[in-house]
């Protein structure tokens, strides 16, 4: 199956700072997303990004299909920032189906 | 409009027992898909449905089973509960399959004990 790696595993920030989290991923994919999920769970979409660029306030991502990567930016970090960011990617599992296949994710500590 | 909503929030049980967990979709949403994800590691697929049809299923025993009903909802069945069965259970909705944002419910903490 498809492999999808996020780097760095982990990641500790002072507020204010700018980081950049990576996802790279094995073989095409139909779409990528990329979430955050909070201390109780929930997995927030972020980003529905196949390819090229989106912003939304200070976070921002790319994703360059052809070279099999996508970045998310996050700027002038804030605590509430805080949390694991997962990619996920989407691909054809055989049989109709098309599942979503997760990094293990960044966890991100934005400390004051 | 309401997002995906799932129940329960938390449920305890014991080795061998069965149990059964419920997902509603966003309205108009017509697939749901099932996830596990155990501490520290990213959800992990376990089954889609569209169209009240089974469209996939992932690497999991057949203890692991599902259905969707009529109105798009779905319940997740596992029967003879392990403990490595304690997990956060995700339920994903989207309109359709393939192409299509996956969006998720809070999620179901399951404890065997």
């Known amino acids: 199956g498809i492999q999808v790696e996020q780097s760095p595993p982990d990641l500790i920030l002072q507020e204010g700072a700018n980081s950049t989290l990576r996802c790279n991923f094995s073989?095409?994919?139909?779409?990528l997303q990329w979430f955050h999920q909070n201390p109780w769970g929930q997995l927030i979409n972020l980003f529905y990004?196949?390819?090229g660029t989106k912003q939304n306030g200070r976070l921002s991502a790319t994703t360059v299909a052809t070279e099999r990567y996508s970045l998310l930016y996050i700027s002038s970090s804030q605590t509430t920032d805080s949390g694991v960011y997962f990619c996920a990617v989407e691909r054809s599992g055989g049989a109709g189906s098309y599942q979503l296949t997760f990094g293990k994710g960044t966890k991100l500590s934005v400390i004051p | 409009d309401a997002g995906v909503t799932q129940s329960p929030t938390h449920l305890i049980k014991t080795r061998g027992q069965h149990v059964t967990l419920r997902c509603s979709p966003i309205?108009?949403?017509?697939?749901v898909s099932w996830y596990q994800q155990v501490l520290g590691q990213g959800p992990q697929f376990i089954f889609q449905?569209?169209?009240?049809?089974?469209?996939g299923r992932g690497n999991f025993p057949d203890r692991f089973s599902a259905r969707q009903f009529p109105n798009y909802s779905s319940e997740l069945n596992v029967n003879a509960l392990l403990l490595g069965d304690s997990a956060l259970y995700l339920c994903?909705?989207?309109?359709?399959?393939?192409?299509?944002?996956?969006?998720f419910g809070p999620g179901t903490r399951l404890t065997v004990l």
């Open positions: 994903a909705s989207s309109f359709r399959v393939p192409y299509n944002e996956q969006f």
């Open positions: 990004i196949p390819s």
């Open positions: 073989d095409s994919v139909n779409n």
């Open positions: 449905y569209y169209e009240k049809e089974e469209r």
């Open positions: 309205s108009g949403h017509k697939s």
